[in-house]
């Protein structure tokens, strides 16, 4: 597949030449092939010098398809209370309504106005934001604040310090004790438990800033890469069955700064509506026509497929070039798991291009932690741009794309993000090369496998646990991004401040990262927890539960049956 400058030239075909003209994607074969993907996967690595042990990934393999078959209550998206919406609505009227009466107040003298305010002198200028989200952040968030923004003191594993800190202005300005809160941690993206100040991925990275120090002071088009970050691109790529991979010093920019080298004002990209900041970004940048389907929808996917090759135009009348779809392997916000074998063949039937974003996913699923591509036994060649950062199952930070060696080369060329941005320090780099090792086995031992196991068992002890409580629970059973819908925006706060009273950090998110009446709590599931510390967190998770009735399942299980570990 070659991207071009300005979309495909004459001659260029929309599917690279040598791809499965097959759309079925199976965990246990794939057609037209007498060995599993599993076996031909263990006889390539160990010709590499890799361990994989082949009857652990068919045992994951059988646990992810047996979870695959969900029974009605283990719905990814339960339905919300018609009640429960109609309040949440409600709460947030009110709220409105007490942010305008306080601008009222504010605007008369009655009341101090805390935030910046324009000179009376530049009224008459542009305005630098908008009035709305001004009033949003005076009247609403900074009545939660206080659960947001804590700084913390500590490595941030399975348990983390937060700095304890005061105010005397209800979230306006805070100010620290000097003194330190243990608790344990549901909120990093700390997946596979890789985020440690001590071991061999924490002494290797200190080899390399004693080595090479910490930055090269340079872009990588001036004075080059560092030899970290040239050996983990090609690791990359060998981990992710592709030809080539581009690394970055940063997970956001990989996307927002990506896309445009791929589309461009004579191409369509096809979004899913629940996609990251990041890719709506990078997607605004590029120009192209942008057509939203459902979330995780095939059936309107489809549908946005079929119209526009139907048209065959852009709104501007321009000959469509060049239709690329973008999905996520795990969505942050729902912890949801993409149809990737349905996008496949959706994606060869319309002959279109398909962009991936593994942020949360690699890693973190599939029998060997390559990701939603693993997950579902697919062939990685089947996904024209795979996409995945390093600050989430590789205790690190940055970000890469990976696949055809012409693709890269495009993007070596034409990507702003590595033009003109530094590229990644040398520790960071050998921090995600260790852990990257320790995945696939190369360190000669098991323990990445074994990562993997223990986070898919907690992820699902932790969600069974949660929907045998009584608690609407959204996505899917294999994903270790756990959102438990709390509905009304006030609870937000209530829940932050009283799981952190019982020694348990977790992330509470509402609008506008949500939908209005989507309110939620969000765990992220380790494989650095152990049973006992998500029994605390569940405990704790039970108690708040009752304290603010948010148990609104229709049908919760019987709490005396016990729960598998």
């Not at 106005?113 to 324009?118: G, I």
């Not at 438990?193 to 061999?200: D, L």
């Not at 997607?283 to 489809?302: C, T």
């Given at each position: 597949?070659?991207?071009?400058?300005?979309?495909m030239q004459n001659g260029d075909t929309v599917i690279a030449n040598g791809y499965?003209?097959?759309?079925?994607?199976?965990?246990?074969?794939?057609?037209?092939?007498?060995?599993?993907p599993l076996d031909e996967l263990a006889e390539r690595e160990s010709k590499n010098g890799l361990r994989v042990n082949v009857d652990v990934i068919k045992e994951e393999a059988e646990l992810k398809s047996s979870a695959v078959s969900q029974s009605p209550e283990d719905n990814e998206f339960p339905d919300s209370p018609y009640g429960i919406t109609v309040f949440t609505i409600f709460n947030w009227l009110v709220l409105l309504l007490f942010a305008y009466f306080r601008e009222f107040l504010r605007r008369v003298g009655m009341e101090e106005n805390k935030s910046a305010v324009e000179h009376p002198k530049q009224r008459d200028f542009a305005r630098l934001y908008s009035s709305f989200d001004s009033l949003f952040a005076r009247n609403m968030y900074m009545r939660v604040r206080d659960v947001f923004e804590r700084a913390i003191g500590s490595t941030p594993g399975a348990r983390v310090n937060v700095l304890d800190r005061t105010t005397a202005d209800y979230g306006w300005n805070f100010q620290y004790t000097g003194e330190k809160t243990e608790i344990i941690n549901v909120s990093s993206y700390n997946y596979l438990g890789f985020a440690q100040s001590e071991g061999p991925c924490a002494d290797s990275a200190v080899s390399a800033i004693s080595a090479h120090g910490l930055s090269t002071c340079s872009t990588v088009q001036e004075q080059g890469p560092s030899q970290e970050q040239v050996n983990l691109e090609r690791l990359t790529a060998r981990f992710l069955g592709v030809e080539d991979a581009m690394c970055f010093s940063m997970g956001f920019a990989?996307?927002?700064?990506?896309?445009?080298?791929?589309?461009?004002?004579?191409?369509?990209?096809?979004?899913?509506?629940?996609?990251?900041?990041?890719?709506i970004l990078g997607s605004r940048l590029s120009g192209a026509e942008i057509k939203v389907f459902k979330h995780n929808d095939m059936a309107d996917l489809e549908r946005v497929l079929q119209q526009a090759i139907t048209s065959g135009v852009t709104k501007s009348r321009r000959p469509l070039k060049k239709i690329l779809i973008i999905v996520e392997?795990?969505?942050?916000?729902?912890?949801?798991?993409?149809?990737?074998?349905?996008?496949?063949?959706?994606?060869?039937?319309?002959?279109?291009?398909?962009?991936?974003?593994?942020?949360?996913?690699?890693?973190?699923?599939?029998?060997?932690?390559r990701g939603v591509?693993?997950?579902?036994?697919?062939?990685?060649?089947?996904?024209?741009?795979?996409?995945?950062?390093?600050?989430?199952?590789?205790?690190?930070?940055?970000?890469?794309?990976?696949?055809?060696?012409?693709?890269?080369?495009?993007?070596?060329r034409t990507s702003s993000a590595s033009t003109y941005a530094s590229p990644m320090s040398p520790p960071v780099a050998q921090q995600v090369y260790s852990s990257m090792s320790i995945i696939m086995g190369a360190d000669g031992s098991d323990e990445g496998q074994e990562r993997i196991r223990r986070l898919a068992r907690n992820t699902r002890y932790f969600r069974r646990r949660l929907k045998q409580m009584g608690f609407i629970v959204y996505g899917s059973n294999d994903s270790p991004v756990v959102p438990v819908l709390l509905y009304a925006p006030t609870i937000c706060g209530f829940w932050g401040r009283e799981m952190f009273k019982r020694s348990v950090g977790v992330v509470v998110v509402s609008f506008p990262a949500t939908a209005l009446t989507r309110s939620r709590v969000r765990f992220c599931i380790s494989a650095a927890h152990d049973k006992d510390m998500l029994d605390q967190v569940l405990q704790a998770v039970s108690e708040v539960g009752d304290l603010s009735s948010t148990k609104f399942a229709k049908s919760a299980k019987n709490l005396i049956d016990v729960v598998e570990y």
């Amino acid at each position: 597949m070659t991207w071009g400058d300005k979309g495909m030239q004459n001659g260029d075909t929309v599917i690279a030449n040598g791809y499965s003209t097959s759309a079925t994607c199976t965990i246990c074969r794939l057609p037209n092939s007498r060995k599993s993907p599993l076996d031909e996967l263990a006889e390539r690595e160990s010709k590499n010098g890799l361990r994989v042990n082949v009857d652990v990934i068919k045992e994951e393999a059988e646990l992810k398809s047996s979870a695959v078959s969900q029974s009605p209550e283990d719905n990814e998206f339960p339905d919300s209370p018609y009640g429960i919406t109609v309040f949440t609505i409600f709460n947030w009227l009110v709220l409105l309504l007490f942010a305008y009466f306080r601008e009222f107040l504010r605007r008369v003298g009655m009341e101090e106005n805390k935030s910046a305010v324009e000179h009376p002198k530049q009224r008459d200028f542009a305005r630098l934001y908008s009035s709305f989200d001004s009033l949003f952040a005076r009247n609403m968030y900074m009545r939660v604040r206080d659960v947001f923004e804590r700084a913390i003191g500590s490595t941030p594993g399975a348990r983390v310090n937060v700095l304890d800190r005061t105010t005397a202005d209800y979230g306006w300005n805070f100010q620290y004790t000097g003194e330190k809160t243990e608790i344990i941690n549901v909120s990093s993206y700390n997946y596979l438990g890789f985020a440690q100040s001590e071991g061999p991925c924490a002494d290797s990275a200190v080899s390399a800033i004693s080595a090479h120090g910490l930055s090269t002071c340079s872009t990588v088009q001036e004075q080059g890469p560092s030899q970290e970050q040239v050996n983990l691109e090609r690791l990359t790529a060998r981990f992710l069955g592709v030809e080539d991979a581009m690394c970055f010093s940063m997970g956001f920019a990989t996307n927002a700064m990506n896309t445009a080298c791929l589309v461009d004002k004579d191409s369509l990209i096809i979004s899913d509506e629940l996609n990251h900041a990041s890719l709506i970004l990078g997607s605004r940048l590029s120009g192209a026509e942008i057509k939203v389907f459902k979330h995780n929808d095939m059936a309107d996917l489809e549908r946005v497929l079929q119209q526009a090759i139907t048209s065959g135009v852009t709104k501007s009348r321009r000959p469509l070039k060049k239709i690329l779809i973008i999905v996520e392997g795990i969505y942050s916000m729902e912890g949801s798991i993409c149809n990737l074998p349905a996008i496949i063949a959706l994606k060869k039937k319309y002959r279109a291009y398909l962009y991936l974003d593994e942020a949360h996913s690699i890693g973190a699923l599939g029998p060997t932690g390559r990701g939603v591509v693993d997950y579902w036994g697919c062939n990685p060649k089947d996904i024209d741009i795979l996409m995945g950062t390093f600050t989430k199952s590789f205790g690190a930070a940055g970000g890469y794309i990976a696949g055809l060696k012409k693709t890269i080369d495009h993007l070596r060329r034409t990507s702003s993000a590595s033009t003109y941005a530094s590229p990644m320090s040398p520790p960071v780099a050998q921090q995600v090369y260790s852990s990257m090792s320790i995945i696939m086995g190369a360190d000669g031992s098991d323990e990445g496998q074994e990562r993997i196991r223990r986070l898919a068992r907690n992820t699902r002890y932790f969600r069974r646990r949660l929907k045998q409580m009584g608690f609407i629970v959204y996505g899917s059973n294999d994903s270790p991004v756990v959102p438990v819908l709390l509905y009304a925006p006030t609870i937000c706060g209530f829940w932050g401040r009283e799981m952190f009273k019982r020694s348990v950090g977790v992330v509470v998110v509402s609008f506008p990262a949500t939908a209005l009446t989507r309110s939620r709590v969000r765990f992220c599931i380790s494989a650095a927890h152990d049973k006992d510390m998500l029994d605390q967190v569940l405990q704790a998770v039970s108690e708040v539960g009752d304290l603010s009735s948010t148990k609104f399942a229709k049908s919760a299980k019987n709490l005396i049956d016990v729960v598998e570990y």
